[in-house]
């Protein structure tokens, strides 16, 4: 397993790029290669990952967080905590209003998550 930084990570085109901490050239990544969720890989990570030789050159595989980026820290225990309330929403309304479309089912929980981490009722327990 090699260790490294990560300098650059886009969400949205899923890949970006980890500097080895051994120096060298900067490993490919791309969001299929995560073992963890994509939102955890920001600029500033650290991460363990194995090198493969992919079809451009080294590419990472098997990417784990070592240790989180200094801005996204302070929302992993936010993400964690919406991956499960975001799931055991989903089932209550599925249950108590079983007409919503999927469409529906996302806009209200994106909304519920946005207000809950707008006014800070995030506890310490969670």
Partial sequence: MVTGKVVRFDEIRGYG???????????????????????????????????????????????????????????????EFSLEFREELTEALLTSVPSLTAEQIVRVRKTVLDLVRERGWLDSDH
């Fill in 17 to 79: 790029f980890v500097a080895p901490e051994g120096g060298g050239e900067d490993v490919f990544v791309h969001v299929n290669d995560l073992d963890v969720d994509k939102r955890l890989i920001a600029p500033g990570a650290v991460v363990e990952f194995m090198i493969e030789e992919g079809e451009r050159g080294p590419k990472a595989s098997n990417v784990r967080i070592v240790r989180n980026a200094p801005a996204v820290a302070r929302d992993v225990e936010y993400l």
